[in-house]
């Protein structure tokens, strides 16, 4: 759960942006899009390392 200290001078708009950015740095949002469906350990293990690759890929086209 989220807790915004909210001062009686700020403004509404004000303590919405502070939620808003709290709510992008918990990562709430990307969680429970992961939640939703199920996907197995060694699916979950292949992207990263397809991942990882692709990375490592472009990094070597940028050094040469």
Not at 13 to 19: G, V
Not at 21 to 47: C, D, H, M, N
Request: aromatic share 6%.
């Amino acid at each position: 759960m989220l807790i915004i200290d909210a001062r009686e001078s700020e403004s509404i708009d004000r303590a919405l942006k502070k939620y808003k950015k709290k709510f992008e740095k918990a990562g709430i949002l990307r969680q429970l899009r992961e939640r939703q469906t199920f996907t197995k350990p060694s699916v979950r293990k292949r992207t990263t390392v397809l991942k990882a690759a692709y990375i490592q890929t472009l990094k070597m086209e940028l050094e040469g």
